[in-house]
């Protein structure tokens, strides 16, 4: 049990996905300007991102490893993650048309998005098993969730403060979450 908590926590907080590996940058800048969308978005990520370590790594312990397919791992993850956003995507359109459409683009860039395939090939070369995966993936994910909500929160406040011009829009998200991944790499130092 200790292990599956260290796994999760090192995946939402110590290696955080964005702040800490630089991976889902374009959604995390793209999506966060409203609270609401970052964390319809975060939700999709947390559903999408579980699910496909659980896939990834059933795929790979059962089918590629096997029978020696290794090499294919990144074809296979790439078509396990389209499968399920198309699925995420379809749910939103019909249960929630206001979210689908604030999140606009990024929705289905989920599919490319390094961050979630990150994870999954993260799992295998960790070995972790079947638990393992899933636990890194939720992690991580929660983890992106936390790093995009928190951002959308600042972009909010920042809206309202008197700025200097040449600082206004892209340069103060930049620095920002520039902050944001210095505070986050303070969680490096803890020890279980």
């Given at each position: 049990?200790?292990?599956?908590?260290?796994?999760?926590l090192?995946?939402?907080?110590?290696n955080?996905?964005?702040?800490?590996?630089?991976?889902g940058?374009c959604?995390?800048?793209?999506v966060?300007?409203r609270?609401k969308a970052?964390?319809?978005l975060?939700?999709?990520?947390?559903?999408?991102?579980t699910?496909a370590?659980?896939?990834?790594?059933?795929l790979?312990?059962?089918?590629?490893?096997?029978?020696?397919?290794?090499?294919?791992?990144?074809i296979?993850f790439?078509?396990?993650?389209?499968a399920?956003?198309?699925?995420?995507?379809?749910?939103?359109?019909?249960?929630?048309?206001?979210?689908?459409?604030?999140?606009?683009?990024?929705?289905?860039?989920?599919?490319?998005?390094c961050?979630?395939?990150?994870?999954?090939?993260?799992?295998?070369?960790?070995?972790?098993?079947?638990?393992q995966?899933?636990?890194?993936?939720?992690g991580?994910?929660?983890?992106?969730?936390?790093a995009?909500?928190?951002?959308a929160?600042?972009?909010?406040?920042?809206?309202?403060?008197?700025?200097?011009?040449?600082l206004r829009?892209?340069?103060?998200?930049?620095i920002?979450?520039?902050?944001?991944?210095?505070?986050?790499?303070?969680?490096?130092?803890?020890?279980?």
């Amino acid at each position: 049990m200790k292990t599956l908590i260290m796994i999760m926590l090192a995946g939402a907080l110590i290696n955080n996905v964005v702040l800490n590996q630089f991976l889902g940058i374009c959604s995390f800048l793209g999506v966060s300007s409203r609270i609401k969308a970052s964390a319809s978005l975060g939700g999709a990520v947390i559903f999408v991102m579980t699910i496909a370590s659980a896939v990834a790594s059933l795929l790979y312990d059962l089918l590629l490893k096997p029978y020696g397919l290794d090499y294919m791992k990144t074809i296979v993850f790439i078509l396990v993650i389209a499968a399920l956003v198309q699925i995420v995507e379809m749910f939103l359109k019909k249960t929630s048309p206001a979210i689908y459409k604030a999140l606009g683009i990024y929705l289905p860039l989920i599919t490319t998005n390094c961050a979630v395939l990150g994870v999954a090939l993260t799992n295998v070369q960790n070995e972790y098993n079947f638990i393992q995966s899933v636990v890194a993936g939720f992690g991580t994910a929660v983890g992106y969730t936390i790093a995009i909500v928190l951002l959308a929160s600042i972009r909010t406040r920042i809206r309202e403060a008197d700025l200097p011009r040449p600082l206004r829009g892209a340069p103060i998200v930049l620095i920002a979450a520039a902050l944001m991944s210095i505070a986050f790499m303070g969680f490096s130092h803890i020890a279980f």
